[in-house]
Each structure stands twice: as structure tokens, then as C-alpha cells.
């Protein structure tokens, strides 16, 4: 299967870190990011005002990104709010423009980074070309569900909702059946889901996560970890008090012969 080559364009500032060195390594049998992740630095300034608010509309952002040749999929990501507050927006030509407004904020606060939540929309692209093959719709509305499902293919209407399924992402059954099965591979969906899982929170908040939702096999498991650093300790503490009266034992039984 040909993997989706995708070119990475930073819009302007972004006060979050999303850990470019990580996107360029992150390895995906689905997707393969352009080494060479362009910057525009100098963003222009929103050019449309809704509700006292500066927000991109796709015709401008479409101006500023322009066409990228070479690539399958241009991935423009910006801080500032999009039309109609969506925080993904399909713009034409095989772009897409993620929107760290808003969403930034709850990932962080979900204990998640936010290069989490830039790695998992980048499959949710990438499924979207294969869904799609190989022509995203302008509009990609009509690829997703209103309700939550912890699919990659939720609306997700209120923003929230991305900690819902983020780190915890497959491909529901009506999602999975939308796939050609001529233009994706045996085992398409599977191994998605498979490399989904890699998307996780630092080990700290795992440990915590699970004595949340877990409080007595927690307990249970804290209290058979401390009787075995016990009967380990004790071990140990025998081990060296027989070495140390072994040793003493040799050293005067050397004085002695002298
Ligand atoms: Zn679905």
C-alpha cells in the first residue's frame, strides 16, 4: 500500500509545543510526513470579524497556503479560530487546515500534548484520503457521525469531546465498511487501530489513570507489591549480615595466626 505523503505547513505562531522533531520521526505504515515541514511565518491578518472574534475563513487560508505538488495531502496548522469554530477544516486541493484554538487547551488538560492530538488528526487525514481515494472532499461533513464513538470519524461538535477518544481511537463498524476494499489492503483497518495505540499519555498519568478507575485492584496490587520489597529487603539485609560475619570471622581467625 502506498503510503500518504503529507506536507506539514506551520501558519504562524503556535504557543503550543508540537515536537516537529517527533512528527518527522513518528513512523506509520500509512502516512509519511515531508522532511522538510515549511514555516510561514508572517501570517496576514484575519480579514473577516464574526462575533467580535478574528477567525480564517477557507478562502483565505487557501491564499495564504496555496498548492503544494509532490505531495498527496498539505496539513496547514494554525492557533487561530476557523469558520464556524470547527477545528479541522477540509479547504480543496487536498488540504486540510487544524486549528489548535481551543483544542490546544483540553488536550493539555486532559494530560495528553498536544503532539498527541496533531499525530492522531494526522491519521484521521490519512484516512480520509484512503476513504476517499486519494480526492478529499471539500467538505469531509459527510464522512462523520454526530454521536461519540471513540472513532476517528466522530464530528466531535463540541470540542471536548476530542479527550474522548484521543489515545483511545479505532474505526467504528460503519466507518470500516465505508473502505474499498479494492483501493485498501487486507487488514486496512486493523492495522490502523494498531498503530492508534502508540498515541499515549506520559507513564505518570497512565499509573494514575488506572488507580482512578481501578482504586481496589490498585490496592490490592500496592499491598503484594510491598510484602514482596519486604521479603526482598529482608533477603538482602540477611545476605549481607552473613557475608559481613563471614568476613570478620576470616580476618580474625588472620590476626589470630599471627
Ligand atoms: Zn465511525
Redesign the pocket.
Known amino acids: 500500500m502506498k503510503k500518504v505523503k503529507i506536507k506539514l505547513v506551520i501558519l504562524g505562531g503556535i504557543k503550543y509545543d508540537i515536537n516537529i522533531p517527533g512528527l518527522r520521526e513518528w513512523s506509520s505504515d500509512f502516512f509519511q510526513i515531508d522532511n522538510n515541514i515549511e514555516i510561514i511565518n508572517a501570517l496576514p491578518n484575519s480579514l473577516t470579524e464574526e462575533n467580535e472574534k478574528y477567525i480564517y475563513t477557507d478562502a483565505q487560508l487557501k491564499s495564504i497556503i496555496g498548492e503544494r505538488s509532490n505531495v498527496d495531502l498539505t496539513v496547514a496548522i494554525i492557533n487561530q479560530e476557523l469558520e464556524k469554530n470547527y477545528y479541522e477544516r477540509s479547504i480543496g486541493n487536498n488540504c486540510y487546515v487544524l486549528s489548535l484554538y481551543e483544542t490546544g487547551k483540553i488536550v493539555l488538560e486532559n494530560n495528553f500534548k498536544v503532539f498527541h492530538f496533531v499525530i492522531q488528526e494526522l491519521y484521521y487525514f490519512a484516512a480520509v484520503y484512503y476513504r476517499s481515494k486519494g480526492k478529499i472532499p471539500v467538505s469531509d461533513d459527510g464522512l462523520?457521525?454526530h454521536d461519540i464513538?471513540r472513532?476517528?470519524?466522530?464530528f466531535n461538535d463540541d470540542k471536548n469531546d476530542i479527550a474522548y477518544s484521543l489515545g483511545r481511537a479505532s474505526?467504528?463498524?460503519?466507518?470500516?465498511a465505508e473502505f474499498d476494499r479494492t483501493f485498501v489492503p487486507e487488514g486496512f483497518v486493523h492495522n490502523i487501530e494498531k498503530e492508534l495505540k502508540r498515541i499515549k499519555k506520559g507513564m505518570f498519568f497512565r499509573i494514575r489513570d488506572f488507580i482512578r478507575n481501578k482504586p481496589i485492584i490498585s490496592l490490592v496490587i500496592a499491598i503484594v507489591l510491598a510484602f514482596l520489597i519486604n521479603i526482598a529487603s529482608n533477603a538482602v539485609y540477611d545476605w549481607i549480615k552473613s557475608s559481613i560475619s563471614t568476613k570478620s570471622a576470616n580476618v580474625l581467625g588472620y590476626l589470630s595466626h599471627y
Open positions: 462523520t457521525h464513538r472513532c476517528l470519524f466522530d474505526v467504528c463498524n460503519s466507518c470500516a
